[in-house]
């Protein structure tokens, strides 16, 4: 296992206002916050590419795994590599929930859950604010 990218506060905070990323980013990525439903750039995002981690670029998802769940969030059904994320239990909000985080840098990405479509079953619900779309090369 490679060591976690650590870094200040000051210093995510200076990465994602160089790569323009949403208000909401740091709130999201390094203190677990979630962005409102249907407020994200890419919860109604289908271009072909992959979706990376905003803080640290590792690739995450496959547009091909995107399904439209219809929660105001983009969602997937399977992470580009199991290894690219971690899972923690969140029992934030008087509920138990798996939150989500990229295994690269801790970001937090969102939650899944076992609600989502086949071949997986999950559904991994994550921020528009927690990643950065990757065009595929024409």
């Known amino acids: 296992m490679t060591e ?8 995510w905070q200076a990465i994602l206002r160089a790569k323009q990323a949403e208000t909401v980013a740091y709130e999201v990525t390094r203190h677990e916050a979630t962005e409102r ?6 919860h109604d ?8 981690c905003i803080c640290c670029d590792q690739p995450l998802f496959l547009s091909e795994t995107k399904f439209d769940a219809g929660c105001g969030w983009p969602s997937y059904f ?13 029992q934030k909000l008087w509920m138990s929930r798996t939150e989500v985080h990229c295994s690269n840098c801790g970001s937090h990405l969102g939650h899944v859950f076992e609600d989502g479509p086949a071949p997986t079953g999950l559904r991994y619900c ?3 604010a927690s990643l950065n779309f990757v065009a595929n090369e024409s």
């Open 78 to 90: 399977a992470p580009i590599d199991p290894n690219a994320i971690e899972t923690k239990t969140d």
């Open 126 to 128: 994550m921020n528009s």
């Open 45 to 52: 995002h289908y271009e072909n590419g992959s979706y990376v």
């Open 4 to 11: 976690k990218i650590v870094k200040t506060n000051e210093e």
């Open 37 to 42: 439903a249907f407020t994200g750039k890419y």
